[in-house]
Every structure is written in structure tokens, then in C-alpha cells.
């Protein structure tokens, strides 16, 4: 082969590598382009969702700690003429009661998801119980269980939930809710106290065999509780009756 043939194809191979470098280059500057935009976009979201979720928390505390502000308010009368203000009373624990429920519907209605709004309707709930609703009482705690599912405010629920159905008069749902969250021993609940709380349940209910048998095992299992002392007062009310 001739030289400047030879020359011609060393120079058409250089060519060839150098283009194809070239497009290599440029094809990674747009990958490096497109993965550096979408970094950005990913962060800037990621930055809008933790900004808005801090947002939020600040909202549902600042409403939640409203309607602590109503339950923990002064009872009494209001302050004397010429004196300075004590801050918020009410003058019965009902009307506390009452105005506390309110505020704590609000920011659980606000931000039923949150921690603070999850709080908030059980605190509803408490209340509503308190006021002698036991309807409005059951349906705030299954929403809380709804949203906290076994978690200490979902169990809590749970209980409270066995006796607002107690005080409604459903004894049966509420035996074998508190049988159900008895059996939960490495729980957060206290055992004695849902045993103390189911059988005075099968008292209202009319049975006394259940109720004396539950307490008696309280007595026994849990010999130091300070349930015991009531458990054993049940006792010796049924055998006298």
C-alpha cells in the first residue's frame, strides 16, 4: 500500500475515534445535565414537603395548645372589680368541659392526620364521654383508632371506646372489648384496670358469675395492684347479695 494511502486512513480513523469521543462527550453532558436538573427538582420537592410538614406541625400545635389553654382554664368566679385579670375561668367545670371540646374538634378536624390532631380527638373524645355523650365519645375514639392503629392513642381509644359502649348500654360489645385488650399483656394498658373495668361491667350487665370470677382473678394475678382493695369490696358486696 502507498504511503499517502496509508496516511489517508490513519487520518479517517482519528477522525472517526475523535467523533465518536465527541458524541460520547456530549451525550454524557446530557445525562450529567438531565441527572443534575432532576436532582434539583427532586431536592426542591423534597425541601416544599419537609417546609409544608413543619407547616403543618406548627398549625396543629398551635391549635392544639388552644384548646389546652380552655381545659386547663381557672374555675371560679370572675375576678373582683379593680383587679387585675387572672386570664380565662369558667364558671363550672361542665362549661370548661364544653368549651375544651370544642377547641380540641377543631384542630383534630384541622389536622386529623397529625400527632397533635390525632391528640386532639382523643381528647374529644374524653370529653365527650365526660359530658355524658356516649355516642359522640365512640365515634371520636374510632376515629382515633383509625388513625393510630396500635399505637398508644389507638389502644387508648380502644379502652375508651369498650366504655363509652358500656355506658350506652352495649354490654356485650364492651365485654369482649375489654376481655380482647385484657389479653394484651405486653401492652401499654394497665391489665388490672381493664380487669377492674370488666367486671364491674358484668355487674351492669347482670352477670354476676363473670363479675365475680374477673374479680377474683385480679385479686389473685395482681395481689399489689391498687385495684385489689376495690376488687375485694365487689367480692364482699356479691357474696352479701
Known sequence: ??????????ENELRTFARHARETVDSRRR????LIVLL?????????????????????????????????????????????????????????????????????DAYPSSD?????????????????SPTGAAAAYQRVIAGNGDGFYGQMARLGLAEAQARAGQYDQAINAFKELAQRK?????????????????????KRADAQQT???????????PFTADAKRELDTLKKT
Open 40 to 108: 434539583v427538582v427532586v431536592g426542591a420537592i423534597a425541601a416544599g414537603y419537609f417546609g409544608w410538614r413543619e407547616h403543618v406541625r406548627t398549625k396543629a400545635h398551635a391549635l392544639l395548645a388552644e384548646a389546652m389553654t380552655v381545659q386547663d382554664a381557672r374555675i371560679g368566679p370572675p375576678p373582683a372589680p379593680g383587679t387585675p385579670a387572672a386570664g380565662l375561668y369558667f364558671p363550672t367545670e361542665r362549661e370548661r368541659w364544653q368549651a375544651a371540646l370544642t377547641k380540641f374538634k377543631i384542630a383534630a
Open 186 to 206: 405486653d401492652g401499654p394498658l394497665p391489665v388490672d384496670g381493664i380487669l377492674m373495668q370488666l367486671g364491674r361491667t358484668y355487674l351492669e350487665a347482670g
Open 116 to 132: 397533635a390532631g390525632i391528640y386532639a380527638r382523643y381528647q374529644e373524645a374524653a370529653l365527650s364521654l365526660a359530658l355524658g
Open 215 to 225: 374479680f377474683n382473678r385480679l385479686v389473685e394475678e395482681y395481689p399489689e395492684s
Open 31 to 34: 445525562e450529567s445535565t438531565v
Open 1 to 10: 500500500m502507498k504511503r499517502t494511502e496509508r496516511h489517508h486512513l490513519k
